[in-house]
C-alpha cells in the first residue's frame, strides 16, 4: 500500500474514531449495543462532528508541518482551540479534560510550554495520548526512531507531564510508526517496547514506566476509561483482535466511557494500518468540516514526498 494512504488514512482514521465515539462518550459498557454513525447522544453534536481528540491532533500536526518540533509553537496552536475553537467543526469547543485545561490556561498565562503539562499522581490521563499520532506521521522515516519516541515524550509535556503519559506516548508513536513502513499487528508491539527501552536506556524511571505499560493487562482488563494506561491498551486490544477498521471502532466504542478518545487512538492505527480506503466511505462522508482536514493531510503528504520515498 501506498504510504499515502497509510498517512491519509491515520488522520482520517483519528478523526472518524472521535466523531462516530462522540455520542457514546459517559456511557457505561453495557448500554452500547450497536454502534452507528452519526447517533445522537451525548454532548449533542451534529453527525461527523470531531471532539478535542481530533482538533488537538490536527493542531499538533499544524504545528509540526509549519515550524517543526517546537513545544511552545505546539502549546500555541492547543490554545488557540481551546480559545478561539481553532481545528473544531463549526469552532466549538465542548469537550476537554482536566489536565489539558489546566496546561492551557497556565500556557495562555505565560507559563513555558514544557512546563505547563501537570505531572501529578491524578494527572496520568489520556490527553496526551489522545493527539500524539502526527509525531509518527512528520518523522516516520525521517526522524531516528529512538528519536521519535524522544520527541513524542516532550510533546506530551505540553499538556501531560507525568512520566506514564510520557511512556505511554513514547510507545504509541513507536506502533503508528511501524504500522505507516507496513509491519504486522504481531510485530509493531514488541518492537515498540524494544526500541522505546532503547530511547530512554539511561533514562530508570522511564524504562520503570514503560515496565508498568508492558504489564498493566496481567491485572487490569481494558475498560476504556480516562487513564492512560487503560486508554493505551482498550485502543490496541481493540484495534489488534479487529478484521478491519469499522470493526475496530466498534470494539473500541463498547469499552464505554471515554469512547471518542478510546476510538480515537484506536482509529489512528487502524487507517495506518488499513489505509484510507479502509475506512467506510459513508463515514468519510458524512464528516463534518472536512475543508479544516484536506489542506492539512495536502501538506503532510507533500512533506513527506519531498523528504521521503
Ligand atoms: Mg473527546
Known amino acids: 500500500m501506498p504510504l499515502s494512504r497509510r498517512l491519509a488514512g491515520a488522520v482520517w482514521g483519528h478523526l472518524v474514531g472521535d466523531a462516530v465515539g462522540v455520542p457514546y462518550e459517559f456511557l ?5 449495543r450497536d454502534v452507528e454513525f452519526g447517533a445522537r447522544g451525548s454532548h449533542h453534536q451534529p453527525p461527523g462532528t470531531w471532539s478535542d481528540d481530533g482538533a488537538l491532533m490536527l493542531a499538533l500536526l499544524d504545528s ?20 478561539d475553537g481553532a481545528y473544531a467543526p463549526g469552532g466549538n469547543v465542548f469537550d476537554i479534560g482536566t489536565a489539558t485545561r489546566t496546561a492551557l490556561s497556565a500556557i495562555r498565562a505565560g507559563t513555558p510550554a514544557l512546563e505547563a503539562g501537570p505531572d501529578g499522581e491524578r494527572s496520568q490521563s489520556n490527553g496526551s495520548l489522545m493527539r500524539i499520532l502526527p509525531i509518527a ?42 504500522l505507516l513502513q507496513g509491519q504486522s499487528r504481531e510485530a509493531v508491539l514488541p518492537r515498540a517496547l524494544k526500541v522505546a527501552r532503547d530511547a530512554f536506556e539511561a533514562d530508570e524511571p522511564m524504562l520503570a514506566a514503560i515496565d508498568r505499560l508492558e504489564h498493566w493487562p496481567a491485572t487490569h482488563e481494558p475498560a476504556g476509561r480516562g ?50 480506503d479502509g475506512i467506510p466511505g459513508d463515514w468519510l462522508a458524512g464528516m463534518r468540516d472536512p475543508e479544516i482536514v484536506r489542506p492539512l493531510v495536502e501538506r503532510l503528504l507533500a512533506h513527506r514526498a519531498v523528504d521521503a520515498r
Not at 28 to 32: D, F, K, L, N, S
Not at 66 to 77: A, I
Open 227 to 276: 487513564g492512560a494506561l487503560d486508554a493505551f491498551w482498550s485502543a490496541w486490544t481493540a484495534f489488534s483482535g479487529a478484521r478491519d477498521y469499522r470493526h475496530t471502532i466498534e470494539r473500541a466504542i463498547r469499552y464505554g466511557n471515554d469512547t471518542d478518545t478510546t476510538a480515537a487512538i484506536a482509529g489512528g492505527l487502524a487507517g495506518a494500518h488499513w489505509g484510507l
Open 64 to 83: 509540526l508541518l509549519e515550524v517543526g518540533f517546537d513545544p511552545e509553537d505546539q502549546g500555541r496552536r492547543a490554545v488557540a482551540w481551546r480559545f
Open 28 to 32: 457505561p459498557a453495557g448500554a452500547i
Open 137 to 178: 506521521l512528520w518523522g516516520e522515516g525521517r526522524q531516528d526512531s529512538r528519536e521519535l519516541a524522544r520527541l513524542a515524550a516532550t510533546a506530551s509535556r505540553v499538556t501531560h507531564n507525568h512520566i506514564t503519559c510520557r511512556a505511554v506516548c513514547a510507545v504509541y508513536t513507536l506502533l503508528a510508526e511501524g
